[in-house]
């Protein structure tokens, strides 16, 4: 993250590098990778700090510090950031997370690793196989329609997905090979394009591994996972390999038994300036899923808290993928380039409304998404001169394409019953970027740019009139201001637009698939937003790093495509403003603190006789806790999350209930490298739900018309994870 260092530290304009400036530039940004003092390193990003002084247009990076707390059982650090680094922050609502800071916290399941980003809450409504369900800045992102999520350069959101677009399942996620990562909130940078509104997250893993791993951990519900993870010379670069197995049941009436089996593979050779590096994944999984369940079922005893209306529910899914990246650097600055391609399929079994539409064979329907995507990203930055002050340049091209096979069937207990929808679509986008950013004296810096993106659809549709073609255009500024440092200050102002793909299938439709002699409309292709920040990051007291940010976003239409129901249900324009405040306080090295605050106002920004509240949408997201533990010996954290109360109908008369988890860990690390360590999850047995839905659903034996009620799936009650960890 950028500094607030003193003029005095930096060497002044007309001085004569003595080395390329674009190098020194973007060593600098490998620097950033490591910002938070985690044990990260390459060797560029060591070289780096010598010549931070030399830098004249990006903001100055702080120092590495000493390696902090550790708080896990089977982190073992090692080298990331081969195939470039990651640009410097600009911000004050972005950031880079070490690897160590994010394994410090102990979690339920993969995903809700990425809480280490301040105010996103990361949920789950069904089973353990399912994407998770995210929460960030007023936003219920769903399964991660305003969020985008990049895992080493691949995108995770799936457009056009079967069960909601932008779909991102991260349950393949293998947080012990997280290095680092990026986030950025708000749609002001210049690589964000689709699903990026409300904000990005970009996960890089380690490359190497400082010392091998082996894994195993037990616990409550049936939870057992075992991971191992190694890397060896070879040739002229390293090969890594990991490989993980877990089965989790879950506190549920109908266990969930999770089967996952999980693998990497990497060959990498040279520097995160000059290399490459070759990746191959390979993700299963299937599941049984205990979904939300109504309130009413539990007060009237027809099940309990952790039961179900449906044992059938639930799913399987696989994700294969290679993927490349590749860095160069000469005089002519530093060139960047990544492919991947991406097989991945999944089956989904869900029952929300049992027996509202067929009151004798139930409501389960069956959602399928087979696909191929594949793409690849191109970048340029170098350095100029503008008016004798120095600028650097960065230009870049993206391009996806995706080949999907989605459907949607009736079905009972699994057995089909009758299709719905059955259709092909050819989906791609490519998007042109660049950005120019001066610094004008020592205490402006100015960042200007745009990116342009095109979208193509083809859709085959069972149902002929929703097959059809289209094409969409759009083109965002990116602004970015930067004044200070001033008393170890600095105030960041950001502007920018974005948007959100809608699904295509809703893009070319006109009747309902479900009821084809009724007409539908169309909807956008290209959803655009609009979002200005103004916040200020202050360094002042030694360790401590405050931000405050005040932010705002505008969506013309929130108009989604409904894959529970295969129809696109356009909503209303919508503003969201808010606060954020976090903190990080590195008290010793080690013993660190945080604390983060999030207060949003979210609001259709039209009038509607039916309510100006946006439904979902979280008000209010806080979160604190402690990491301890350095080297030898005992390691802990303790961590609190308070996801507040939200309106659920547009009148905001039926409102969910707050959530406040507190999980914690204590290990220790002996000499020889063998690390044990106890989670405990729910510490307070809290009786919460993970989220909360109001619609309408029927019971048997209820009026025909159903009835509308609360939809809840319960946090899990305390559950004890005990982890064993050998390092050689």
């Not at 019953?417 to 100015?446: M, Q």
């Not at 806790?625 to 030898?632: L, S, W, Y």
């Not at 002996?670 to 659903?697: C, E, H, K, P």
């Not at 946090?715 to 390092?727: I, K, S, Y």
Request: glycine letters at 12%.
């Amino acid at each position: 993250m950028p500094s607030a260092r003193s003029p005095s530290s930096r060497r002044s304009r007309s001085s004569a590098p003595t080395r390329p400036a674009c190098r020194t530039l973007l060593l600098a940004s490998c620097a950033g990778l490591v910002s938070y003092g985690a044990p990260v390193r390459t060797a560029a990003a060591q070289t780096a700090q010598a010549d931070l002084a030399e830098l004249s247009v990006t903001a100055e990076l702080p120092a590495p510090a000493s390696a902090g707390p550790v708080s896990n059982a089977g982190f073992v650090g090692g080298r990331t950031g081969t195939g470039g680094g990651l640009p410097s922050v600009d911000a004050a609502s972005a950031g880079v997370i070490s690897g160590a800071t994010l394994n410090s916290r102990p979690i339920t399941r993969p995903g809700e690793a990425l809480e280490s980003v301040p105010g996103l809450i990361v949920s789950q409504h069904s089973g353990e196989g399912k994407a998770n369900q995210f929460f960030l800045r007023g936003f219920n992102l769903d399964h991660g329609t305003d969020i985008a999520l990049h895992v080493d350069g691949m995108p995770v959101n799936m457009r056009t997905h079967a069960h909601g677009q932008g779909y991102a399942d991260l349950n393949f996620l293998i947080p012990e090979l997280v290095g680092a990562v990026a986030f950025h909130k708000g749609p002001y940078f210049v690589r964000d394009g689709d699903f990026a509104s409300a904000g990005s997250v970009r996960i890089d893993y380690l490359d190497t591994v400082e010392r091998n791993l082996a894994l195993t951990s037990f616990g409550s519900f049936g939870y057992k996972r075992a991971l191992s993870i190694a890397s060896a010379p070879l040739g002229q670069g390293h090969l890594l390999v990991a490989g993980e197995a877990q089965t989790y049941d879950g506190p549920w009436d109908v266990p969930d038994r999770l089967a996952k089996l999980n693998g990497v593979v990497r060959y990498s050779q040279g520097t995160a300036l000059d290399g490459f590096a070759l990746t191959g994944m390979a993700y299963w999984a299937k599941w049984n899923a205990t979904n939300q369940i109504p309130e009413r079922a539990v007060a009237e005893e027809i099940i309990g808290r952790f039961g179900t209306l449906n044992p059938t529910d639930g799913g399987d899914t696989g994700r294969f993928s290679l993927s490349g990246r590749w860095s160069r650097t000469s005089e002519a600055g530093l060139t960047r380039a990544s492919a991947y391609v991406i097989r991945y399929r999944m089956n989904l079994f869900n029952d929300f409304t049992y027996f509202l539409n067929d009151p004798v064979a139930g409501d389960q329907f069956r959602q399928r998404d087979s696909r191929v995507l594949g793409g690849g990203e191109v970048s340029h930055t170098f350095q100029g001169n503008l008016f004798g002050l120095a600028m650097e340049n960065e230009i870049g091209v993206q391009t996806r394409t995706d080949n999907i096979r989605v459907g949607l069937a009736n079905t009972t207990s699994r057995q089909f019953r009758s299709g719905i929808l059955d259709d092909r679509v050819l989906e791609a986008s490519a998007a042109f970027y660049v950005e120019n950013r001066v610094r004008w004296t020592d205490w402006l810096r100015t960042s200007v740019g745009f990116r342009a993106d095109g979208y193509y659809a083809d859709v085959r549709s069972d149902t002929p009139a929703n097959s059809g073609r289209a094409r969409d255009g759009i083109v965002n500024p990116k602004l970015g201001l930067v004044l200070g440092p001033w008393f170890d200050t600095e105030v960041y102002v950001n502007y920018g637009g974005g948007f959100h793909s809608n699904d295509a299938r809703g893009v070319t439709a006109t009747v309902d698939p479900a009821s084809p002699l009724f007409n539908i409309s169309r909807s956008p292709f290209l959803v655009p937003s609009t979002g200005s920040e103004i916040g200020l990051r202050n360094r002042s007291l030694s360790g401590l790093e405050t931000a405050v940010s005040l932010f705002q976003l505008d969506f013309a239409s929130e108009n989604l495509f409904q894959g529970d129901s295969g129809t696109t249900e356009p909503s209303r324009p919508t503003r969201r403003f808010g606060i954020e405040w976090t903190n990080r306080y590195a008290v010793t090295p080690w013993l660190s603190l945080e604390g983060d605050l999030t207060v949003t106002n979210a609001r259709f920004a039209d009038r509607d006789p039916i309510g100006n509240r946006v439904p979902e949408a979280p008000t209010t997201i806080a979160s604190a806790g402690f990491t301890f533990g350095q080297g030898p010996g005992w390691f802990g954290s303790l961590r609190l999350r308070y996801f507040g109360p939200r309106p659920l109908i547009e009148d905001n008369s039926v409102r969910s209930r707050p959530t406040a988890l507190v999980n914690g860990r204590v290990g220790y690390t002996f000499d020889n490298g063998v690390s044990l360590s106890l989670d405990v999850l729910n510490l307070t047995n809290a009786r919460a739900d993970q989220i909360t839905y109001f619609y309408t659903s029927r019971l048997p034996g209820e009026a025909a018309d159903g009835v509308a009620d609360r939809h809840i799936h319960p946090v899990e009650p305390t559950a004890l994870r005990l982890t064993l960890a050998g390092r050689f």
